[in-house]
């Protein structure tokens, strides 16, 4: 099972976007600012914010998550996303003889096809036992570990860049492993950013605008239709 | 005068740059490492991960300041850094009829030069108004102020950039006010992470090694002769 | 004026992008996928790859452009663009004693501002030309030069940098000098990769999708309206 | 075997990176630079560009390489390097039932290990088989792929982080079959731009540094060594 921690992140983000936001049009300096703002004024003006999609104002904040519990299918596709900081635990560096594996639902599911992935995994850790004891370093002997095998991230994003994962990760064509975890990513982060969060998601739900095309899965006009009765 | 408040920061900093460099070659999960660790081992980790230049890690902690009495000179120059965010007073909607200026050093030690530029800067701020009497919207009538006019901005760096930001701009190469600016940016990120930036600064303190070739200052060779005495 | 001029870009532009598309969905590698594929083929699978936004397959290509008479008002802007490459002409290095300026038309168009703006030009530089005749460098007698001083910058953006750029800056809302700069790079653009870049543009006319909110111009609603009909 | 081929690349790249450096510091703009530079003009400014490290006036210039024979051990460290461009082969549409696979060395070179290594990669083929026949849709019978499955992939990198990732990945320190593919990718870029990449490789050749401190390899050393005598 995923596990996501939100292990620090930028105090008082609100107040921080809110203040930046407003340094721009303002004659005064960061700290009065900061200072001066009521919490009202900052509500107002985060919700003015996320709303109009002022985002590099939302650059200066970020979030740091622990995360266990995921396969490197997860992290293959997550390490794209460039505006981010990882740290991932190391197969050259980490012994992986008794490693753990995520079992996708659709395996789940189904006896045979689990008892078939299960006894796989067994093999591949036989192999990876015997492999390491005939003298095969562990950085080579991993090259027969599947894409599987459980592995440990930190990952830092700003909310910016955060809101741009949401948008693509929260989205029913995402693929399963990395939705589940964009959103436990996303609960962690509106418990300290309620309202820079509120709205985030899937495009459609963020943006009003489903990018999809034709491959669209439908929720988006499903919702435009329900708005409309 | 250069103001830096360093505004807010990741929390921990010294504990977050360690604890995700330990995780790339443990077992153990990030929540349970960030725990577990001992400042001592924290303290031992970090100094290593700066010999090192485990740069990487240094990613997950970010550093937002507050600067106030700086020229647009130094802000074209500063935001060239893409590896940071910014949000700068907007000479577009802001007026600035009243505008304070940056003096730089070499006119303010000549008076004759000081008269002409203060001149200078009278003959501007009245051209302003007369503009925008006429008129002339701000964001046009801005056209008209100097490179030497005061702005504010908000700037965040992640450690990694920061740590390259004054290898470039602690340099006695770089420009003086961009210089000034750096240092104390520095002395702010030394008050909350000691360790981590112990030894940043330009590149022939941080690095051991000097870029600038046959443009060099001379103070690396220097520095190498007194080490070999 | 400004003057825009693609200098290099990368050859076969549309071709790449295609290529690199089809890579992801296909067992044969990148040389083979090259060669094989149609011209038709090509069109077909770049006006697909354009309308849904499949936008990482325009990173693979880029675009070089040699600018000139443009202001630093419009430079500061440009270089905010961080996901681009820059050389700009130094007022560090340059002298600028007989500087060019820009005019904006909303002075240009009132005789008695457009007087006034000439006469501060035409008192700058004679403060700058006193200044560096006392012995103050070019470093810092740049401090008197005014935002509208001429610049002249070398920028490289692969396309889908360039299209977040027009999405931003062909907008209404964007400021005059830097949106006339957009049209002019989008036209060079449009000569070598017609395809890639046919509706390039404003977020409203590129993505049928408004972000300004309350702020919008309004042209794309009348765009609504008229399809509407 | 790993099969690298350069695609395509801005023309010309060491005259658009001569003439991006001289623009910096001239009164000229980039056409007129562009050609009025002499051959021997660009050869001496480049050297002396590549000698000083002006590293940002190589990203002018980019290079897409279309990459086969490689693992998803080396594309997951590959697609760590952020500035940079990627479009790859997906295992979540395209079907792997008959995939071929990388063989460390250190597993060749042992019959026995070899043996075990190729009847799991045949137990791998037969489960992901019997998976898809079952249903399981092919991106969850991929989750049983190995690390050594091959992949191919397009990627995009300008020259400044090119020259960065020669600096890490040509290293004796580097993992071995992203160092072979560092070392294709030099020859490659090598072959069109020779006056740019002649001195590209591990930092202690680039750059005469060593960064990997104690875990140095010690070539370092021994280069220091022989200059001496």
Chains 1, 2, 3, 4 share one sequence.
């Not at 976007?17 to 009065?32: K, P």
């Not at 830092?156 to 693929?175: E, G, K, V």
């Not at 509106?190 to 739900?205: D, H, I, M, R, T």
Request: charged residues 25%.
């Amino acid at each position: 099972m995923i596990k996501v921690k939100l292990l620090e992140h930028t105090p008082n983000p609100e107040r921080v976007v809110a203040m930046s936001a407003r340094l721009c049009y303002s004659a005064s300096g960061a700290e009065e600012l900061a200072e001066k703002m009521s919490p009202e004024q900052v509500e107002k003006l985060v919700s003015k914010i996320v709303q109009m999609g002022h985002a590099s104002t939302m650059e200066h904040v970020s979030f740091t998550f622990g995360i266990e519990g995921i396969s490197r299918v997860l992290t293959h596709q997550l390490v794209r996303h460039r505006l981010a900081s990882y740290s991932q635990q190391s197969q050259r560096y980490v012994a992986e003889h008794d490693f753990e594996y995520i079992l996708p639902p659709t395996i789940a599911d189904k006896p045979e096809a689990k008892a078939k992935f299960e006894a796989l995994m067994q093999t591949i850790r036989s192999t990876y036992d015997e492999l390491t004891e005939m003298g095969v370093p562990k950085e080579d002997a991993r090259y027969v570990l599947a894409n599987a095998t459980e592995t440990k991230i930190v990952v830092t994003m700003n909310a910016r860049s955060l809101m741009h994962f949401f948008n693509l990760r929260c989205c029913n064509r995402a693929q399963w492993e990395i939705r589940e975890l964009a959103y436990k990513m996303l609960a962690e982060a509106k418990k300290v950013a309620p309202l820079l969060f509120k709205n985030a998601g899937a495009s459609c739900v963020a943006t009003g605008h489903c990018p999809e095309g034709a491959m669209t899965c439908g929720q988006f006009a499903e919702m435009i239709k329900m708005r409309e009765k």
